[in-house]
T-cell receptor, first 114, second 113 residues
Framework: AQSVTQLDSHVSVSEGTPVLLRCNYS??????LFWYVQHPNKGLQLLLK??????LVKGINGFEAEFKKSETSFHLTKPSAHMSDAAEYFC????????????FGKGTRLHILP | NAGVTQTPKFQVLKTGQSMTLQCAQD?????MYWYRQDPGMGLRLIYY???????DKGEVPNGYNVSRLNKREFSLRLESAAPSQTSVYFC????????????FGPGTRLTVL
């Protein structure tokens, strides 16, 4: 079985401060892990993905995530928030080589305070 | 490349009416998906198609039917719309073959009165 838990439904940070969005997963298979971003009234865009290569994954717009197998976590971070980062973020777990096992977290809405 | 396209962008239906949401991709992807997005629920899988000619139920298939018309197109049909089907619907595709990175369409916002 697979599941993914985003630990915070809302996160607020001030512009220029670090961002941390938390994600925990469980998987019976070797997992692939993804973070997607959705800006208001838009579709989803891939930020980054982990597929069993390097455990520290760098994505677009300065985001990165670290796969920690011992903690079953894949937290998303960014050193310095920008106003344009305000959006909803989804953590996704899937089973490698299994296209029918893609599970979305419920999302974390990131608010950036001026 | 247009990527994944969806039509219509917006639709308002009355309870009991039927409609079909269209999705097409021009990336030669094998797998296609239909999701619905509701506030606080994330994306929930309605149906998916791992290849042309095959479809399978996802987490919330009741009240929906799908057709994988060819490799490019995957449509979602509501036979008798209900207010509970008010949602934003997203189509997505992947290459399949173990690569689960999904490419999403812009969504269809459906309201059922």
């Amino acid at each position: 079985a697979q599941s993914v838990t985003q630990l915070d439904s809302h996160v607020s940070v001030s512009e220029g401060t670090p961002v941390l969005l938390r994600c925990n997963y469980s998987s019976s298979y070797s997992p692939s892990l993804f973070w997607y971003v959705q800006h208001p009234n838009k579709g989803l865009q891939l930020l980054l993905k982990y597929t069993s290569a390097a455990t520290l994954v760098k994505g677009i717009n300065g985001f990165e995530a670290e796969f920690k197998k011992s903690e079953t976590s894949f937290h998303l971070t960014k050193p310095s928030a920008h106003m344009s980062d305000a959006a909803e973020y989804f953590c996704v777990v899937s089973a490698m080589n299994r296209d029918d096992k893609i599970i979305f977290g419920k999302g974390t809405r990131l608010h950036i305070l001026p | 490349n247009a990527g994944v396209t969806q039509t219509p962008k917006f639709q308002v239906l009355k309870t009991g009416q039927s409609m079909t949401l269209q999705c097409a991709q021009d990336m030669n992807h094998n797998s296609m998906y239909w999701y619905r997005q509701d506030p606080g629920m994330g994306l929930r899988l309605i149906y998916y198609s791992a290849s042309e000619g095959t479809t399978d139920k996802g987490e919330v298939p009741n009240g929906y039917n799908v057709s994988r018309l060819n490799k490019r197109e995957f449509s979602l049909r509501l036979e008798s719309a209900a207010p509970s089907q008010t949602s934003v619907y997203f189509c997505a595709s992947t290459t399949g073959q173990g690569n689960n990175e999904q490419f999403f369409g812009p969504g269809t916002r459906l309201t059922v009165l």
